[in-house]
């Protein structure tokens, strides 16, 4: 709280300089943080002040912390940014930048900009851009750098060592080295602590780990970070499909990617099209377009459910009380899948829960819901009975839908996710809008049936 507080008065301090023309005043101020705020405190600028102001403080930071802050800004802030200053110090900041976020600035500018970047660009480095730029979006090349360390194995580790310091600085990480033969198949890993515990004359071969774990170039992002997570690696190692090592894929590029899905299955489990744009950046049409898809087909779900209720209406008329009770069943039922859904689509998610697990999720699922439904019917026979003063028919009728909804509810929820697994759909479409539009029409029939044997109508 301290913390936000205190960048909160640096921030108005900035605003307030800026506003007065006081620019080297808010060079000094702002310098003060470190490149992580500094980007968080342009953003602001940006909001308050408009980006024309941004602009000009940003042109007043040091080159080397330019192009810091530039990595850490969002891309909509980089591409204001770059069509606000001129090609020289555009080659600047691509050129200082990490070649990974370099990549990713890339491919978001006009073509005609990334043309002449490229013109100022070796040849080397041109071809290396345009192999990187043209993996697909959410692959593990379009993730990975080729800012690695890379050894020999016949190395000794004082040649190891020496080799780290003179390139390590131009490296994403040198924590973890590479070891590739003389056709650049990655054959080892070893890690900066074993060279540097180790006898100057060993070699590295005698050091590195052969049993390695990698991913290819075309593996989805959304595999790899599993692989993160799994393990708790800091890099991954990236090949082709001959075995040679292109690159590494860091955690920090990672990090980004579990936002990227995780976001990504919320808008799926509330039922919108996935975007990659911020809520307060997305036009209203846009929000509009995203959303009104899947609200139109669970809207013609609910139509087959009305049609259901109308089958039943000289029964409604018979006993007019079944009415109100059906919100409080279809509502249940609803709640209840999506529990299931929820935990299951989370489960299989984070790789708790398998394709193989089907039967046990099956069971525990029935087992779940035979206790929740016996609860909530018996709470609900003594209201029906007791504060609502309906026979004892009336309340066996609600009282036995509620059971027989909340299991159903529950199996529909924990196996849909999975059959959609199955069929190679996102679990996470299986999710509230789609559970409940379902269970509403299991409620709806269980409870006309059961009304229809209990009541005899």
């Not at 606000?84 to 976020?101: A, T, V």
Request: glycine share 6%.
């Amino acid at each position: 709280m301290e913390n936000e507080m205190t960048m909160d008065v640096i921030v108005q301090t900035i605003l307030e300089l800026l506003k007065q023309k006081k620019y080297s005043k808010a060079r000094d101020e702002i310098l003060k943080n470190n490149s992580v705020d500094i980007a968080e405190i342009i953003e602001e600028v940006i909001e308050e002040l408009g980006i024309e102001k941004a602009i000009v403080l940003f042109r007043t930071l040091p080159k080397d912390v330019s192009a810091e802050v530039f990595a850490y800004l969002p891309i909509d802030d980089q591409l204001d940014i770059i069509n606000g200053i001129n090609d020289r110090e555009i080659q600047h900041i691509i050129d200082e930048l990490d070649f990974d976020d370099m990549i990713d600035v890339l491919e978001e500018l006009p073509a005609n900009l990334v043309d002449k970047i490229l013109e100022k660009s070796t040849k080397e480095e041109r071809k290396l851009i345009n192999t990187f730029l043209n993996y697909p979006e959410t692959s593990a090349g379009s993730l990975m750098t080729p800012d690695y360390i890379s050894l020999r194995r016949d190395m000794t580790v004082a040649e190891a060592m020496a080799y780290i310091k003179k390139e390590g600085m131009d490296r994403e990480t040198v924590y973890t080295c590479y070891v590739k033969d003389a056709g650049r198949k990655l054959v080892g890993i070893v890690s900066l602590r074993n060279l540097v515990i180790s006898d100057d004359n060993m070699k590295v071969e005698s050091l590195m780990h052969e049993d390695m774990i990698y991913v290819h170039v075309l593996d989805d992002q959304e595999d790899v970070s599993d692989i993160f997570k799994k393990y708790g690696f800091l890099a991954i190692p990236v090949v082709d499909n001959e075995q040679r090592l292109v690159g590494i894929i860091t955690v920090d590029d990672i990090l980004d990617v579990i936002d990227e899905e995780t976001t990504e299955d919320f808008q799926k489990m509330a039922g919108m099209a996935v975007s990659t744009e911020e809520y307060l950046d997305m036009s209203v049409w846009h929000h509009v377009k995203n959303r009104v898809p899947w609200l139109f087909v669970l809207m013609c779900s609910y139509i087959i459910t009305g049609s259901i209720i109308r089958n039943f209406e000289a029964m409604l008329s018979q006993v007019i009380v079944l009415v109100a009770y059906m919100p409080m069943l279809m509502g249940t039922g609803g709640n209840s899948g999506s529990q299931s859904a929820t935990l299951v689509i989370r489960g299989m998610a984070l790789g708790d829960v398998e394709l193989r697990d089907v039967g046990k999720v099956l069971w525990k699922e029935l087992r779940v819901s035979f206790i929740i439904g016996v609860v909530l019917s018996a709470l609900n026979f003594a209201r029906v009975c007791w504060l609502d003063g309906e026979g004892p028919l009336i309340a066996l009728t609600v009282c036995g839908a509620m059971l027989v909804i909340v299991m159903a509810a529950k199996t529909i929820g924990s196996m849909l996710p999975m059959g959609a697994k199955k069929l190679g759909i996102d679990p996470a479409l299986m999710a509230s809008p789609m559970i409940a539009s379902l269970t509403d029409m299991v409620s709806v029939c269980t409870y006309f049936a059961l009304a229809t044997i209990i009541l005899g109508i």
